[in-house]
């Protein structure tokens, strides 16, 4: 059994753009493109929500609201990877009046051929607390959504049923994890900094149930449903129990691919990895 690990959004910011280039941008983009622009609604003064198609979009945001003074903004851009690339003129343009380009965030995922009552995920940190919506586990609350460390573990085949009308033959989980960095970095520089979410999640599949004693199997189902989160020794003996699984080493598998995962975006942005 392998994980395939994937980008879901990849968020940057342009740095000092001026208030001028931005509405010379909305001017082209409403020509080009189907457009809706909310203004000062939230964290950014401007937003941009914009769609090439019914699949392929770009989200622009534009001056924080802590920037007070001057012309000279933050425009932050959202999309998936692939993306990227379908809005190389408009990113071209901004760039070129950017003084820098700096990552903010991604969401990795890790996709894994079984169903949800196989995966099993424990927290660092016993303090954070998994809750539920439908069929998806969280740990953190909704308005930690962006912060490092939020997860969500669901049901990957029936997200794709439901909102994109691809059936699957086969069953398919996807724990999905944000990527934050705390201090401010280069774009250029991300290549050396792949993620280390083994220290915020023990992550495992359990590839045969049987195999277990049925004390194992009850404490197991108590802690991936949210239930127990035990004492650290018990913890520490249930990790121990699910490595004989399999065990997803989240900083292994994304560091083997981190290259071809950020390669689109930083190639479309920079012309570089």
């Known amino acids: 059994m392998e994980a395939q690990v994937s980008i879901d959004k990849f968020v940057i910011d342009y740095k000092d753009v001026p208030h001028s280039v931005f509405l010379r941008l909305y001017m082209i983009i409403a020509m080009k493109y189907k457009v809706k622009m909310t203004v000062y609604n939230g964290t950014y003064g ?4 914009i769609r090439k198609c019914d699949d392929i979009y770009i989200h622009i945001y534009f001056k924080n609201f802590r920037e007070t003074e001057g012309h000279l903004h933050t425009l932050r851009v959202e999309t998936r990877p692939e993306h990227y690339s379908h809005f190389r003129e408009i990113l071209k343009m901004i760039g070129k009046r950017a003084s820098r380009v700096e990552f903010v965030s991604c969401d990795v995922a890790y996709d894994i051929r079984t169903g949800l009552e196989n995966i099993v995920v424990i927290p660092t940190d016993a303090r954070r607390i998994m809750t539920y919506f439908d069929t998806t586990r969280y740990f953190g609350r909704g308005n930690q959504r962006k912060q490092n460390g939020y997860c969500r573990i669901y049901d990957k085949r029936l997200e794709l ?4 009308g691809v059936y699957l033959t086969h069953e398919l989980s996807r724990i999905e994890v944000v990527y934050k960095i705390n201090e401010k970095i280069l774009l250029k520089d991300l290549i050396r900094r792949p993620p280390k979410q083994n220290e915020h999640y023990f992550a495992a599949v359990v590839i045969d149930w049987e195999a277990l004693k049925k004390k194992q199997q009850e404490r197991i189902v108590s802690i991936r449903d949210g239930i127990d989160m ?6 520490r003996e249930i990790k121990k129990t699910l490595t004989n699984q399999y065990r997803l080493d989240f900083d292994e598998l994304v560091r083997v691919e981190w290259k071809r995962l950020i390669e689109e975006p930083c190639l479309t942005v920079l012309g570089v990895i």
């Open 161 to 164: 049923a439901r909102n994109k």
């Open 46 to 49: 401007y937003e941009l929500h």
């Open 230 to 235: 035990y004492t650290q020794y018990i913890r």
